[in-house]
């Protein structure tokens, strides 16, 4: 089934799952808090939730191990049995859009969100480039053309490896990639959008555009004209970025998006 494009999404970061440094091998925690936490936002009235492995940096550049996709089908399809009947998205850091695409399969999720779909980027995980002749050729072969491919502009925590106008990148993302939907964010994970980056990728594609980062309950009147938001960071006691969600905070801050967009 396809779904209606979401206007507000909410992240749910997965703490560490088993083989990544950090964990301690055990899942269980992570398939609670995809449950719970998308739980919390349906009923805080999110139109969708995304789930994402931040708890397993640092990541890999490429192809993720079975491992960590079987643990993220596990956790996605607890996401999806707590949030059902809304829009359910799937990020496999830092860019395994294959994988994210094969979870989304499994746990009947509505889209993967993609870091680098064309171009290359330079980032800390090294040079990360784009596949998007493989990814839509893997949905084609999967039967998933539902599955909504989401695709960052100019991606944070990273520098292009020959810079070009943004309105150029978004619109080969549109265009050559076939991108649903395009994301703005900040330099990094819960800084602001540039204001002028948002306007210019909105003049330059007829997909729609959401801001991806940095937006909070202060700014969300500068991010009305997006087609829509993905938060993370805002929902989490003091911005934590990777902490768990906060039941008021969630509240609190899609009353105060609904208002923005009266």
């Given at each position: 089934?396809?779904?209606?494009?979401?206007?507000?999404?909410?992240?749910?970061?997965?703490?560490?799952?088993?083989?990544?440094?950090?964990?301690?091998?055990d899942l269980g925690p992570a398939e609670e808090r995809a449950f719970?936490?998308?739980?919390?936002?349906?009923?805080?009235?999110?139109?969708?939730?995304?789930?994402?492995?931040?708890?397993?940096?640092?990541?890999?550049?490429?192809?993720?191990?079975?491992?960590?996709?079987?643990?993220?089908?596990?956790?996605?399809?607890?996401?999806?049995?707590?949030?059902?009947?809304?829009?359910?998205?799937?990020?496999?850091?830092?860019?395994?859009?294959?994988?994210?695409?094969?979870?989304?399969?499994?746990?009947?999720?509505?889209?993967?969100?993609?870091?680098?779909?064309?171009?290359?980027?330079?980032?800390?995980?090294?040079?990360?480039?784009?596949?998007?002749?493989?990814?839509?050729?893997?949905?084609?072969?999967?039967?998933?053309?539902?599955?909504?491919?989401?695709?960052?502009?100019?991606?944070?925590?990273?520098?292009?490896?020959?810079?070009?106008?943004?309105?150029?990148?978004?619109?080969?993302?549109?265009?050559?990639?076939?991108?649903?939907?395009?994301?703005?964010?900040?330099?990094?994970?819960?800084?602001?959008?540039?204001e002028a980056d948002l306007d210019t990728v909105l003049r330059a594609?007829?997909?729609?555009?959401?801001?991806?980062?940095?937006?909070?309950?202060?700014?969300?009147?500068?991010?009305?004209?997006?087609?829509?938001?993905?938060?993370?960071?805002?929902?989490?006691?003091?911005?934590?970025?990777?902490?768990?969600?906060?039941?008021?905070?969630?509240?609190?801050?899609?009353?105060?998006?609904?208002?923005?967009?009266?």
């Open positions: 089934m396809t779904r209606v494009l979401p206007s507000l999404l909410g992240v749910i970061h997965l703490p560490p799952l088993p083989g990544s440094p950090r964990s301690d091998g719970q936490e998308a739980a919390l936002l349906v009923a805080a009235s999110y139109d969708g939730v995304v789930i994402e492995n931040f708890g397993d940096a640092p990541f890999f550049p490429g192809p993720v191990p079975p491992i960590t996709i079987a643990c993220m089908t596990a956790c996605a399809r607890a996401a999806r049995e707590g949030a059902k009947g809304v829009f359910l998205g799937v990020n496999i850091l830092r860019n395994d859009a294959d994988a994210a695409l094969a979870v989304a399969v499994a746990a009947h999720a509505d889209m993967i969100r993609v870091n680098v779909h064309t171009g290359a980027r330079v980032t800390d995980q090294g040079l990360v480039q784009g596949a998007a002749h493989q990814t839509l050729r893997a949905r084609r072969a999967l039967s998933a053309d539902h599955i909504r491919i989401f695709c960052d502009v100019d991606v944070k925590h990273s520098a292009p490896l020959a810079p070009r106008p943004i309105e150029e990148e978004a619109h080969d993302l549109a265009e050559r990639g076939l991108a649903d939907a395009l994301l703005v964010t900040g330099s990094g994970t819960g800084r602001a959008a540039s594609v007829s997909v729609p555009v959401f801001v991806a980062s940095g937006v909070t309950t202060e700014n969300l009147a500068a991010v009305r004209r997006a087609h829509g938001i993905i938060v993370g960071s805002a929902l989490r006691a003091g911005g934590r970025a990777g902490a768990p969600i906060d039941r008021d905070l969630a509240a609190r801050f899609a009353e105060a998006f609904r208002a923005s967009r009266r």
